[in-house]
């Protein structure tokens, strides 16, 4: 049994009295899913590879079967694993709070099977595939390595963001209209180190939340947290949702 942290009194009444409750998660919210956090050793054919390095557009297209190929064996992956304690208490609390809104980074659409509706996805989702030039969505695709949009023949690609792209427009006005508004920020499972993710728990701070790191090691981001509640995450949440609703 890992030990839960002391959840400190204040934090429970701020959180059962807050009107708006933002949250934002990174892969280490699917680790005990089983899906390897970003920065985690890669394994077997990818061993060799560092993914900061992969997943950029000038990966894609130096080597873009190398790139599809490693997308498919994580896209097949996260098809496989399930929803953890973390992510179906993040639902539970969005139906426990007058305002909400759930920012992920990761790409493995975990947090909506685990039934979160108020979400976001900043990063993209790896299950869905589209065209690199025409940007259309693929409904299918061949079993080709990439594999070709039926209308302009381009190369399709998983539908994440890369380094150095843009995060779609609407979530990320979402994710910071939600930093501004909220009363509590809660950041989960993230190394605090890609931007803009990483700076909306400082934006939080700045607008006057409370703001609540989860993770078992140091961040950038504790210096700017009010509570640092060191542990995994599908053990931390469920226990804060317990204090503070039970
Ligand atoms: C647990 C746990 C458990 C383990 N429980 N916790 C400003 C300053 C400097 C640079 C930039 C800047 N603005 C933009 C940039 C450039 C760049 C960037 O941030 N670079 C940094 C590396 C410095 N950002 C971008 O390019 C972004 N685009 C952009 O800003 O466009 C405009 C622009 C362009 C160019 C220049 C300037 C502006 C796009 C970023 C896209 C990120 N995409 C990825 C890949 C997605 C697809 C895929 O999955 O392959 O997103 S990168 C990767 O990192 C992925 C993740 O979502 C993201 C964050 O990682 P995360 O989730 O934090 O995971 P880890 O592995 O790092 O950490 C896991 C954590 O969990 C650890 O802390 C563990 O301790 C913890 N943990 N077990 C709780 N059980
Ligand atoms: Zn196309």
Not at 85 to 101: I, K, M, Y
Request: glycine share 6%; charged share 25%; with cysteine.
């Amino acid at each position: 049994m890992t030990d839960t942290p002391t959840i400190p009194s204040s934090l429970v009444d701020a959180l059962r009295d807050a009107r708006f409750v933002a949250v934002l998660t990174g892969a280490g919210v699917s680790a005990e899913s089983g899906v390897p956090t970003f920065r985690d050793a890669q394994s077997g054919l990818w061993a060799k590879y560092d993914p900061r390095e992969l997943a950029t557009p000038e990966a894609f297209e130096r080597n873009p079967k190398l790139v599809w190929d490693w997308y498919s064996e994580r896209r097949a992956k996260v098809a496989a694993v399930a929803p953890n304690l973390a992510h179906f208490a993040l639902a539970d609390l969005e139906r426990r709070v007058p305002g909400f809104l759930l920012a992920t980074q990761n790409v493995d659409g975990l947090h909506a099977r685990a039934g979160s509706r108020k979400l976001v996805e900043l990063h993209g989702n790896i299950t869905r595939v589209k065209c690199s030039r025409c940007h259309a969505i693929a409904d299918s695709w061949s079993d080709a390595s990439p594999p070709r949009c039926v209308a302009c023949n381009a190369y399709l690609r998983p539908d994440v963001v890369w380094f150095y792209e843009l995060l779609p427009a609407d979530a990320e006005a979402a994710a910071e209209q939600a930093a501004r508004e909220c009363d509590v920020y809660i950041v989960a499972g993230t190394s605090g180190e890609v931007y803009p993710a990483a700076e909306l728990p400082a934006r939080a701070r700045h607008a006057g939340a409370r703001v609540v790191e989860v993770n078992p090691t140091a961040t950038p981001l504790s210096a700017i947290a009010h509570d640092k509640l060191r542990g995994p995450a599908g053990v931390v949440i469920p226990a804060l949702l317990r204090a503070a609703f039970d």
